[in-house]
């Protein structure tokens, strides 16, 4: 960034977004109107409204990373998890060598009675570290 402002032809949204946010809270504080706001940096109406909101709650620009809802499974049982998918499928009682989301989520549902639709598999595995 260069002078508070993000680098010509900046590709990174994430950077774009927050120094629209920044100076949308400047201008804020100047006490300018939201639609003015609105049309100087391109954004919605509602964002700035979000923003003013945000700006009496907190005072804070930053954008904060939203906590998830809790994971349906604890601990130890992604930990035992692991387990069973590093043993292999054989070791399970599959007949082959390949693992498939369908039948991780199978183990899911049979070792720990949770149910996950099987698209969401990735998700479990990617927080397995795989």
Request: net charge positive.
């Amino acid at each position: 960034m260069v002078a508070g402002k993000p680098r010509h032809g900046s590709n990174d949204k994430s950077e774009i977004r927050e120094w629209k946010r920044r100076q949308g809270f400047e201008m804020l504080k100047k006490g300018m109107k939201k639609s003015v706001i609105s049309k100087k940096l391109g954004v919605n109406r509602k964002t700035v409204y979000n923003w003013s909101v945000k700006l009496k709650q907190s005072g804070d620009w930053h954008d904060r990373k939203q906590p998830g809802s809790k994971g349906k499974l604890t601990k130890d049982q992604k930990e035992k998890l692991k387990r069973i998918i590093d043993s292999g499928p054989r070791s399970y009682g599959y007949d082959t060598d390949l693992w498939t989301l369908k039948r991780i989520s199978e183990v899911i549902s049979k070792e720990y009675n949770v149910e996950y639709n099987t698209t969401y598999i990735w998700c479990v595995l990617k927080n397995l570290g795989y």
